[in-house]
């Protein structure tokens, strides 16, 4: 983790008047699985365009390593990529799109044909060199793509939705595999998806993106775990979010007055004041339901709806006179059933460092 | 009531349907009667075309030995060789600019590129032959060649366009992303890529200029008689059977060619590969 794989340095892409990319910077780090992460249109798969050089920055600075790349063109920058749609060359046998790029860098015949061997073995696709890319699969295409790009050892791999378009099992064990490939070759990769799940499955860190800009740069768990804003927290996992206004705060602890009846105890980071408007938010299982108030932060409500979804149960708690939260309860047991009813009174509790205050 | 409806719907279509059928025939009739009366009478042992006297092959073999149809055959393959290989080349490249890149008046360009396709052969050879005229050319192969490459550019244009509408660019992409250059990625992508669309397009090309009369006879010169301005002379004179025989035979080979056309243009999905 020492040397910089890629460093974006304030780049922005302009296509006539929609910015793409707005003023990024990110500093990627060598041999890191790196994901760019946010919704459609986001400017995910422009970002990764501007790395690999089919587009140029309106503005900013793109380093590959150490090196400033400039109007460096595509075919100059030692880094490959998987392409959405896999991009293979319909014309030619499986060994000829996978040697491509070596049979272009001038290697000599019998090393092309051994990696391109070694590297048809690697993504398990053995023997089968000698097939046209429309007499394989959709996984095995997407799998010859991966040999394609890997077999010239780049410094950094860009893959754009790579699993996208393969089925929800597939993309699971994919999912996994790329993971433990990565480690084992240990090549920068980085990875666009709009699957937030994807995201904090495989990457070491990742950058959630909206609207052209980076929200936030973190570990699965520190994007998870503390959203740097509402946009964040609310694209990565489910979130309830009640706004309110500060009627006490010392440090480490504030109380928000949500509705005239109910104020919740929440954890606060900064420095709040009394009267601001601010967003609390609060994973839906990071809250427990008791019958007693296990302590005074307790907070009283009724269960207003109770739905099994297998692995767990969640609960839509009425607090106060029109706020609804949602509760997950992991099913331990077995065959018990929802440990509470719909129109029971209960309690809801939460450790305080669970409930954030959100800025924006 | 509802199946009655139906029931008096359905005799109604059918009545209709009957009479579309009787003149789809008519015109299939009017259509290929004369072909094949043409066809079958280039077999007729009798010199005249009023009766039917046993099958024979007599005129394909006189025609196979006329000196001066062997001239006007190769006449006609060397206009339609060259003129095929020139507009095949700047075919090519003129759709590889439409469709690549954009530029001031392209919209012109692009119904420009119709024109010769659209306006009627009779025009396109007055221009021709007054810009011959205007140019000092003589009269010849070189300004049936001129000629023919200027209405073939268009049809080859069209065709490799057609082709290139659906070339998926990502491929040109990764092509440069494996470290191939502009020129390596059109050798060993892009133009193996419609590869199919451009040997489509030059085969209309061959079949066209073979065909071509009108702008053939206003632009050729003394001892530059084509196939098509050969038979014209000698059907001036009566037809004959070896006119028959030489039509049915051209007739064939036509057919062929733009049969392997329009193969090579709805196949041929892969691309070729060329090195
Ligand atoms: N070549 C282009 N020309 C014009 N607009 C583009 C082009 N490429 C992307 N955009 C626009 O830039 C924005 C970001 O696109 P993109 O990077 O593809 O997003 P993502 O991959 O996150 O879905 C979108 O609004 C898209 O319409
Ligand atoms: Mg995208």
């Known amino acids: 983790m020492s040397e910089q794989a890629v460093q974006l340095n304030r780049v922005s892409k302009k296509f006539g008047s929609v910015v793409a990319v707005n003023d990024v910077s990110l500093s990627i780090a060598d041999g890191e699985f790196f994901s760019l992460l946010g919704p459609s249109g986001c400017g995910k798969t422009t970002t990764l365009r501007l790395i690999a050089g089919f587009e140029l920055p309106t503005r900013g600075e793109v380093y590959i390593g150490q090196d400033l790349q400039g109007e460096t063109p595509p075919y100059r920058r030692p880094v490959n990529t998987v392409f959405q749609n896999y991009a293979l060359f319909p014309h030619m046998t499986i060994s000829r799109n996978v040697g491509f790029g070596l049979e272009m860098r001038k290697l000599p015949r019998d090393e092309i044909q051994r990696r391109v061997s070694e590297a048809l073995d690697m993504v398990q696709l053995p023997g089968m060199g000698e097939r046209k890319p429309s007499q394989l699969s959709g996984g095995q295409q997407q799998r010859v793509a991966l040999a394609r790009a890997l077999v010239n050892q780049p410094k950094v791999l860009l893959l754009d939705e790579p699993l996208g378009a393969l089925d929800l099992k597939l993309r699971k064990a994919m999912q996994l595999e790329l993971k433990a490939l990565q480690h084992r070759i240990g090549i920068t990769f980085v990875y666009v998806t709009h699957d937030q799940e994807e995201a904090l499955t495989m990457s070491d860190r990742i950058a959630v993106m909206n609207g052209g800009r980076v929200l936030q740069i973190g570990t699965p768990e520190e994007i998870y775990e503390r959203p740097a804003n509402r946009f964040v927290a609310d694209f990565i996992g489910e979130t309830n979010f009640l706004e309110g206004q500060v009627t006490a705060g010392r440090p480490g602890e504030a109380t928000v007055q949500v509705e005239d009846s109910l104020t919740i105890p929440v954890s606060a980071d900064k420095a709040v004041g009394k009267r601001d408007v601010v967003t609390v938010a609060i994973r839906p299982e990071k809250i427990s339901l008791h019958a007693e108030p296990p302590d005074d932060r307790a907070v009283a409500g009724v269960i207003e709806e109770v739905i099994y979804t297998g692995t767990d149960t969640r609960y839509l708690v009425r607090i106060g006179e029109q706020t609804i939260v949602t509760v997950r309860q992991q099913n331990v047991g077995v065959g018990e059933g929802a440990s509470f009813l719909k129109g029971a009174s209960i309690y809801l509790h939460w450790r305080l460092q669970s409930a954030r205050l959100l800025t924006a | ?275």
């Open chain 2, 1 to 275: 009531m509802k199946t009655i409806g139906v029931r008096r719907e359905r005799r109604k279509t059918s009545w209709v349907g009957r009479l579309l059928t009787v003149h789809g025939i008519a015109g299939y009739l009017f259509l290929y009667l004369p072909i094949v009366v043409l066809v079958v009478f280039s077999f007729n042992a009798s010199r005249y075309a009023s009766a039917w006297r046993g099958f024979t092959l007599d005129w394909y073999v006189s025609m196979l030995q006329d000196q001066a149809l062997a001239s006007a055959v190769k006449n006609t393959l060397i206009v339609a060789g060259s003129s095929t290989l020139i507009s095949t080349v700047f075919g090519t490249m003129v759709a590889l600019a439409m469709e690549r890149y954009r530029f001031r008046g392209k919209l012109a360009f692009d119904a420009l590129l119709y024109l010769p396709i659209i306006i009627p052969d009779i025009a396109m050879a007055v221009m021709l032959l007054l810009f011959f005229i205007l140019a000092r050319l003589r009269l010849g192969l070189v300004t049936i060649i001129i000629s023919h490459v200027a209405f073939n550019i268009s049809f080859v244009a069209v065709v490799v366009r057609a082709r290139l509408a659906y070339f998926d660019m990502s491929l040109e992409e990764a092509a440069q992303d494996l470290y191939a250059d502009e020129w390596q990625t059109f050798w060993r992508v892009t133009l193996p890529l419609i590869m199919p669309g451009i040997l489509g397009g030059a085969l209309m090309a061959f079949t066209l200029s073979i065909d071509d009369f009108v702008i053939t006879f206003f632009t050729s010169g003394p001892g530059s008689t084509t196939l098509p301005l050969r038979i014209y002379s000698l059907v001036k004179l009566g037809v004959t059977p070896e006119i028959n025989a030489l039509s049915s035979l051209m007739l064939l080979i036509s057919m062929a060619l733009v049969m392997l056309s329009l193969l090579l243009q709805k196949g041929g999905g892969g691309g070729i590969e060329i090195v």
